[in-house]
Structure formats: C-alpha cells, structure tokens
C-alpha cells in the first residue's frame, strides 16, 4: 500500500511538473507571440490614460440609471440644465453662450473644447519630476547578474540591434543609461558623400518640406510656429513676447540669400534607436538657444493630438550657416528625455528643478563659431526624442525620403541640382 501510496504520489508529481512545463511554455510562447501588443502597450502614454479616465467615472452609471428611468424628451432636457447650471455656478461663461452653443455650434465644438481640456490637463501633469526619477533610475549602477537579463529583455522588447553596438558584452554597460547611449561600431554607419545632407540619427522620419509663410508641420495637417520654435531673433533674452511679429515677417527676417528657399525635416528617435546624433552636414555653429519649456511625449500620436508640440517642449536650438545659408539644428527633449548632452557645448544643462515662465529662453553667442563636418558626433539623448532641422537651399533642393521612413544616421536626406 506504501508503495502504491509512493507511485501515485509520484505520478502526481509527475502531472504537476508537466503542467508547469507546459503552463511556462504557453507563458514564454504567449510573450513572444504577442511582442507587438507589448509594445503598443508601453507606447500607451500618460496622456491617453487621462484621456479616458472619464469612461469609468462614477457619474456615468448613475447617469445611465436616469436616463433609464426617464422619458428621453425629460432626460435631454435635464442633462442640458444640469451642465449648464454647473457651468455658471462655477463661473467659467454666462450662461447665453451655453444656451448659444446648445441651440447654434456644432458637435465638433464641443470635442474640440473636451480636447483642449484635455491637452491642458496632460500639460499639468508632474512630467519633468518624473523625467527626472527617470533619469536617476537609469543611472543606478545594476548588480552583474541583472544586467543581462534586464537590458536582453529591453533589447527584445524594442527591437535593438546589439551587433551594431561597439561593446556587445550586456555585461559591461553598468546601468541603462550606458546601453541608452551605446556607441555604434566603426564603420557601421557609411556617411553618405553623394548627397549635400544626410540623416544626424537613427529614427523615423515624421515630416519634412518647405516651410511657407513662417508655418511648419509637425505632423501632416498639424501645424506649429516658425517663430514660435526659434524664438525672437535678438542677441539674448528672457520671457520676452515672441508675438508681436507675424509668422511670415519672421521668416522674411532670416535674411535668406535671393531665391532660396527654407526647408524642415523633423527625425523621432524611438526607444529602441541608436541614441546619439551627428552632424547632417558640414556647418558652422554660432549660437545656442536653450528654451526650458515642458517635455510632453514626442511620440507620433502625441504629434497629431498636440499641436505646436515642439514649440512646448524644452530644446536646445544650435543656429549657423551652411554653404548654402542659414542652418539650425535642434534636439527636442520630451518625456523620460530630460537629459540633452551636446559635446560641443558643456555649459548646456537641461531638465533643471528652475521654473520659468513660458516663452522663457537663454542664448549662448559662441565667440569662435565652430565648425562641425558632416558624420561628426553632435549629442546625446536618454531614451528618444526628436532632431529638428530647419535650413535654407537653393531652389530645386529634393528630400531623398518619404513620411513615415525608417532611416539611418549618414544615409541620404536630402540634394541639391
């Protein structure tokens, strides 16, 4: 009877190792299978999260209740009075623009007035605290054994390349920030000698062409300030008013030679991307911008939902001359992205717990303009954020990619005739 008692023990064993087997292969295979729902997960913003909030408000069921309980002529009408009532008690408008709306604009109103709410309350939210335990989290040193598994499971979740990287051993990086700025191999990115302008970073391309009349677009059909990104063209400044002069004045200001004519290309770096950008071309820096502002999410779906987005966020806007004219190359922070590292400016520092007023800027004139060859190491990020190039050319110039484009640091951008 032991025995038997002993075998089906040992039987069930059996069946309870089996199933563990099989319920950590379906785990393991489910993972794997569903790499790509992972991912959209963790592109899942803050924003979107505040967003709809709403939906599990209490108020709704009771609502629905009402409604239920109430002829439908009697509960449109009560829903209107109660919205209205609220909105005069807390004194936001009178109420014959709420009786205007109701009988004479359109549903399209009220969504737009709900998102500007809403983009309003993303923009309140804690992200530059937040950007910075970030940034203090990636430099804590991980114990040996963690390192490979931790950043092997960033690798997988993003997509990194690692045989690209000059240090292959996951080991050797002491926390994420290392492996966040890894250097590439020699040679692993050919710089492209043909064309006038090439990629600064690995990335995706959101949107590039011709800025006319001072208007550029972050995203196809949404649109953000020339003169808003730049900032007033003075030798230096704080919180000074950038609304005085139109949007066409402004790029008429740039003085560009006769003819030509002003072109933008705007680069996402995504998580998974080499983190460090380059030089597009041969210029010469002459003065830095640096504009403490927010630093809402760059992702592309923020881009269509925000706009102006860029003239938002903190960014360091580095102005010169190229051989064809006027050239500017800026590194947009975002969220998680706080840190912006330009080599060739030590002085710069971003992400501080200073606040300042919006519009707020501080300019750096270089006494001796540098000059930077093309290919050459510009910056550094942590994580991924955007480049944004704005340069005059002559007329005839042709971008050598389309929206939406996965590119390479050195590949082609962009030609003159």
Known sequence: MVTS??????????????????LVAVFL???????????????FSAFEIWGKMWLYSPHRYIWAGVKKAL???????????????????????PLKKYVFYRYKHTHHIHRS????????????????????????????????FLRKPLLGLYIWMFGCNLEEAEIEDL?????????????????????????????????????????????????KGVTYSLRGFLGPQTASGTCVDIHNESDEEFQKDLSLQPGNELHHVIIYLAPGDYHRFHSPATWTVEHRRHFP????????????????????????????????????????????????????????????????PEHTYFDKKFATPITIEKGDMFGEFNLGSTIVLIFEAPPGFKFKVHEGDKIKYGRPLGTTP
């Open 5 to 22: 008692t002993l075998a089906s023990f040992a039987y069930n064993d059996l069946q309870l190792n089996m199933l563990t087997v099989l």
């Open 29 to 43: 295979g489910g993972m794997r299978t569903s790499r790509r729902a992972m991912l959209r997960f963790l592109n």
């Open 71 to 93: 002829p439908p002529v009697v509960s449109r009408r009560v829903r209107w009075v109660v919205k209205v009532s609220s909105k005069v008690v807390l004194g936001r408008s």
């Open 113 to 144: 007035r709900h998102l500007n709410n809403t983009i309003n309350l993303y923009r309140r939210m804690p992200l530059k605290t937040l950007s910075r335990l970030w940034g203090k989290f990636n430099q804590m040193e991980l114990p040996i």
């Open 171 to 219: 080991k050797l990086y002491r926390n994420l920030g290392e492996f966040f700025r890894r250097q590439l191999k020699p040679h692993v990115r050919p710089i492209d000698d043909d064309h006038v302008l090439t990629s600064p970073a690995d990335g995706k391309i959101l949107y590039y062409g011709q800025v006319k009349n001072g208007i550029l677009e972050q995203v």
């Open 293 to 356: 502002g927010e630093l809402l999410s760059v992702n592309p779906g923020i881009a269509r939902w925000v706009q102006g987005l860029f003239n938002f966020n903190e960014r360091a806007v580095y102005t010169g001359r190229w051989e064809h004219g006027f050239f500017s190359m800026a590194a947009v922070g975002a969220t998680n992205v706080g840190s912006i590292k330009i080599y060739c400016d030590e002085e710069l520092e971003t992400n501080t717990r200073t606040r300042h």
